[in-house]
């Protein structure tokens, strides 16, 4: 079974889309959206990532105010820096931060945080080397590097691995 229908609320999920989208409930719509909601979770499976096993679950609702805060400031930080560029030109850098995590979740998670977080932009990954990201505006690349993994590395760490 897991085999025909290896996400079983994705295919709900895609099944009850296509029908809303279409508008209709004529047999050819049934029909397609059937097909199509049990073909693409099929086709999609090798992609799919290993189980989520979350340690503590409680550090996710900090992490999630953490970003949130985050997002905020650097919206702020970002509209301030592009407002005065013509005075004066960002402090942009690339910087390598070494990471500490290896789950493939965590990893996810933390690409998702940094492309939310205005100013911040993931340019690669090499495992066992970190991660490249392009700041915004950056000060102080060693104190941009202890805090990012205090704030992002440190809690997926605890919640994935």
Request: proline share 9%; net charge neutral; glycine share 4%.
């Amino acid at each position: 079974m897991k085999q025909w229908l290896p996400a079983p609320l994705l295919t709900v999920s895609l099944f009850a889309m296509w029908l809303v989208l279409q508008g209709s409930l004529a047999p050819g719509d049934l029909a397609l959206a059937a097909v199509l909601a049990i073909a693409i979770p099929v086709a999609c499976a090798p992609l799919r990532p290993l189980p989520v096993h979350i340690r503590r679950p409680t550090v996710i609702v900090r992490l999630i105010l953490v970003v949130g805060y985050d997002v905020l400031l650097s919206n702020l930080a970002v509209a301030i820096g592009v407002l005065r560029s013509p005075w004066r030109a960002p402090r942009s850098a690339f910087v390598r931060i070494p990471l500490d995590i290896t789950d493939p979740n965590a990893l996810a998670s933390l690409c998702m945080i940094t492309t939310v977080i205005p100013g911040t932009v993931w340019t690669e990954y090499v495992d066992g080397h970190g991660l490249l990201l392009h700041v915004f505006e950056v000060d102080d690349e060693a104190s941009f590097i202890v805090a990012f993994k205090h704030r992002y590395e440190r809690p997926l760490k605890e919640i994935f691995e």
